[in-house]
């Protein structure tokens, strides 16, 4: 940049004004980005959150009860809380959820898969 007796010329202050803006503008959308990003993962976390919870009191309804599950068995919410293993399943929004859990045999060991239906997010194949 040419400095004259005045100072800049417009064209000058006009270029460095230019080339601040865009600056600003990239910022912004990268800030913009990494927060939509970690936005979604704390959204992520909070119903897989719900499925462990599902996942967890099924198997200790079973556990406590000395229930015999056949493999591929599906215990729904809407049981566990008929038998007053649960409560409430909701999101941190309030909403009502509705999941179930699919009980899995391997060899003399049960796995427990939690899945869950909310408003705003569905279990990949629930």
């Known amino acids: 940049m040419k400095l004259e007796k005045n ?4 064209t000058e202050m006009l270029l460095l004004s230019g080339g ?10 990268f800030i913009s980005v990494l927060y939509g990003s970690f936005d ?26 000395n229930v015999n599950v056949i493999d591929g068995e599906k215990i729904t ?4 809380q008929k038998v007053g ?3 409430a399943l909701n999101d941190n929004n309030g909403n009502s959820c509705d999941g179930y859990v699919i009980v899995t045999k391997n060899g003399n060991l049960n796995q427990y898969k939690g899945y869950v239906k909310c408003p705003n997010y569905e279990s990949k194949n629930y």
Do not use: C, P
């Not at 100072?7 to 417009?10: E, R």
């Not at 601040?20 to 959308?29: E, G, P, R």
């Not at 959204?43 to 099924?58: G, I, M």
């Open 85 to 87: 293993v649960m409560d």
């Open 7 to 10: 100072g800049w010329s417009t």
């Open 77 to 80: 919410y809407q049981f566990l």
């Open 40 to 65: 979604n993962a704390n959204r992520n976390k909070q119903y897989s959150d719900l499925e462990s919870e599902l996942a967890v009191n099924a198997r200790r309804y079973v556990e406590k009860n």
């Open 20 to 29: 601040l803006l865009i600056a600003l503008f990239v910022s912004v959308y």
